[in-house]
C-alpha cells in the first residue's frame, strides 16, 4: 500500500536530527512536525521572522501579530526569537537553517525542482522557495509520485520553470524514497519502498533513470 | 529637536505623494501592514504607483484598496496568492509585477537602505529569476547579482515609537517593517502607542528614530486574522 500523506510527513520526520533547524514548507512538510521523533529536538523557523515556533494557540488565544509563514495563528516557546525578514533570510541564505522540507510540482534527476508557477495558469509568487532550496544545506521534496493526470512527478528534467537547479537532495513520495547525488550533478537511487509498492510499479510509475540501493535489490 | 509627531494620516502624508512615485509598504501577508496610511494614499488620488511589498494585500484589505482603485502601475512583490483582483488585473495585462524570492526582496530592500547597489545571491541561479542579470563564480559556485531597492516614500506599522521616532515591533508583525523603514527618501510609521523619549528601552529599539521621518498613531487597527488556526485545550 502506497503511503497516506500523513504517513509520508512521517517518513520524512525521520530524517530530523536533534539540534536540528528546520523550516518547513505548506501542505504536507507542515504535518512533518506532527511526528517529531521522541528525544529529537528541532526548532523551527518561520520564514516572516520566528526562530521556535511553537503549537497552535488554544480557542480565544489567537494573536493576529503572531502567524507563521502559512498565515496561521501560532505561539511561541520560551526559546523563541523574533526578528526581521532580512535577518530572517540571512539565517535560510547563509546556510544555518540544517534541514528544509518542501512540497513540489516537479523534481528532476540531476536535482532540479520546481514548485512555484505554471505559466499562463498560476499566478502567485515563489515566496521564499528560492531562498530555501539555494541556502539550506538539505532539501527534501514529499509530494505525490504522480500528478493528477497520473503522470510521474520525477522526471529526466523539469518541464515548469524552475526554483531551482541541482538543489534536492532526498524525494519521499506516496510510493518511495529517492536519493540524489547533487554534489555529482544528480543521479537518483531508490532507497526505501512504501509497504507492498513494488520495485516494477516504481519503475512504471517513474519517468526518470534510477538505480536501486544494494539492499532493496537483493530484497526485490 | 524636530517634531515627528503629526496629528493623522493625512497630515503625515502631506506633501509627500505624487504620480508615478514608488513606495514600500511593510507587512507579510495581512500581518503588520500599514491599515491607516494605506486608505489615505487611496483617498489621495495619486497614480501610477510601483509599490513594493512582500503581498498585495487580500481581497478588501491592505494594499488590495490601492489595486480596486487602479492606482497601481506595478507591484515588486514575492507572492501575490489568495488575491483575486490581483490575477484578473495583471492576466488582462493592466498591471506589471515583478516576482522576487522573497529573501531577494527582504535583501535589495536592505541593501537599499544600506547604500549597497548590488550584491551576489545564490538564490535564483539557474531559474527565470537570474535571467538577464550578470552570473559570477565565488569559490566554485555561481552566484546572480540583484540591485538595490529604494522608495520615495516608505510606510510602515510598528507596535510604539517614542517622540524621536525609534521604534519598536511586535512579534512577527515585525517582517519587512524594519527593513523598509531604513529604504525610503522619506519613512512614515504608524503605531499602535505614541510613548515619551526614555520610555523604550535603548537596548531594545528594533529601528532607530534616524530612518523614521513621520509618525501617528494608527487610527485603523483591525489587524485581520487571514488562517485563524487554534486548537482545543485539554480537560483538566
Known amino acids: 500500500m502506497a503511503w497516506t500523506r500523513e504517513e509520508v510527513a512521517a517518513r520524512a520526520a525521520k530524517e530530523l536530527k536533534d539540534g536540528f533547524y528546520v523550516n518547513l514548507g505548506i501542505g504536507i512538510p507542515t504535518l512533518v512536525a506532527n511526528y517529531i521523533p521522541e528525544g529529537v529536538d528541532v526548532t523551527l523557523q518561520s520564514e516572516n521572522g520566528l526562530l521556535g515556533i511553537g503549537p497552535f494557540p488554544y480557542e480565544g488565544e489567537a494573536d493576529p501579530d503572531l502567524i507563521n509563514a502559512g498565515k496561521q495563528t501560532i505561539t511561541i516557546l520560551p526559546s523563541s526569537s523574533f526578528f526581521s525578514s532580512a535577518d530572517s533570510f540571512a539565517m535560510i541564505r547563509g546556510g544555518h537553517i540544517d534541514l528544509t522540507i518542501l512540497g513540489a510540482m516537479e523534481v528532476a534527476a540531476n536535482g532540479d525542482i520546481a514548485n512555484w508557477t505554471i505559466p499562463g495558469k498560476m499566478v502567485k509568487g515563489m515566496g521564499g522557495a528560492m531562498d530555501l532550496v539555494a541556502g539550506v544545506k538539505k532539501v527534501i521534496v514529499v509530494m505525490d509520485h504522480a500528478n493528477k493526470h497520473g503522470e510521474s512527478k520525477v522526471l529526466e528534467r523539469c518541464s515548469l520553470p524552475l526554483t531551482g537547479a541541482g538543489v534536492v537532495d532526498l524525494i519521499i513520495t506516496d510510493l518511495c524514497v529517492m536519493a540524489c547525488d547533487k554534489a555529482n550533478g544528480g543521479g537518483l537511487t531508490l532507497i526505501e519502498l512504501a509497504p507492498d509498492v513494488t520495485l516494477d510499479e516504481v519503475k512504471a510509475k517513474t519517468a526518470a533513470p534510477f538505480t536501486v540501493a544494494p539492499a532493496l535489490a537483493e530484497a526485490a | ?236
Do not use: C
Open chain 2, 1 to 236: 529637536m524636530t517634531n515627528k509627531i503629526y496629528e493623522g494620516p493625512k497630515a503625515a502624508l502631506d506633501g509627500l505623494l505624487f504620480d508615478g512615485m514608488t513606495i514600500m509598504s511593510g507587512g507579510f501577508g495581512l500581518s503588520g501592514n500599514p491599515e491607516s496610511l494605506i486608505p489615505e494614499i487611496r483617498d489621495s488620488g495619486v497614480k501610477n504607483l510601483t509599490v513594493i511589498s512582500n503581498n498585495a494585500g487580500a481581497d478588501g484589505f491592505g494594499l488590495w484598496m490601492l489595486l480596486q482603485s487602479r492606482q497601481i502601475k506595478k507591484m515588486i512583490a514575492s507572492y501575490v496568492g489568495e488575491n483575486k483582483l490581483f490575477e484578473q488585473q495583471y492576466l488582462a495585462g493592466e498591471l506589471e509585477l515583478e516576482l522576487n524570492p522573497q529573501g531577494t526582496l527582504a535583501e535589495r530592500i536592505r541593501a537599499g537602505g544600506a547604500g549597497i547597489p548590488a550584491f551576489y545571491t545564490k538564490t535564483g541561479v539557474g531559474t527565470v529569476v537570474a535571467e538577464g542579470k550578470p552570473v559570477e563564480e565565488f569559490e566554485g559556485q555561481l552566484y546572480v547579482r540583484e540591485t538595490w531597492l529604494r522608495a520615495d516614500v516608505a510606510i510602515v506599522k510598528a507596535w510604539k515609537a517614542d517622540t524621536a521616532g525609534n521604534l519598536v515591533y511586535r512579534k512577527t508583525a515585525r517582517n519587512f517593517n524594519p527593513n523598509m523603514a531604513t529604504a525610503g527618501k522619506v519613512t512614515v510609521a504608524e503605531v499602535e502607542e505614541i510613548v515619551p523619549v526614555g520610555s523604550l528601552d535603548p537596548e531594545a529599539i528594533h529601528t532607530p528614530g534616524i530612518y523614521v521621518d513621520r509618525v501617528i498613531k494608527s487610527t485603523i487597527n483591525e489587524k485581520r486574522i487571514e488562517k485563524l488556526t487554534e486548537r482545543k485545550r485539554e480537560a483538566a
